[in-house]
């Protein structure tokens, strides 16, 4: 007896991009330098790794990435706020 798993569903889209590539779109911006893609076709999704290249998103990777974007917003919303309120010289 052969036995399916959920990820083993057929899809023109998942063949299509086994066959010529991902098409990544800019999803979200988490940082500057990290940024979040997923693709147009299978829905797959990605994001830049410590050396810049693609990574195929793994939930560890969606964890890391809500907390740096967190951390991130934080820090831009407080430089906003000291840099308003700076005296002229």
């Not at 066959?19 to 800019?26: A, D, M, P, R």
């Not at 999704?45 to 693609?54: E, F, I, K, Y």
């Not at 934080?74 to 309120?85: G, R």
Request: glycine share 4%; charged share 20%; with cysteine.
């Amino acid at each position: 007896m052969k036995k399916t798993t959920p990820n083993s569903v057929f899809s023109f889209s998942r063949i299509y991009c086994s066959l010529f590539g991902h098409n990544y779109l800019l999803s979200k911006n988490v940082t500057h330098h990290i940024k979040e893609y997923t693709c147009s076709h299978c829905g797959e999704q990605a994001t830049t790794n410590s050396r810049g290249q693609l990574e195929i998103m793994t939930p560890k990777l969606k964890e890391i990435n809500n907390a740096l974007a967190f951390v991130h917003a934080k820090k831009m919303a407080k430089t906003n706020i000291d840099t308003s309120f700076q005296a002229a010289s």
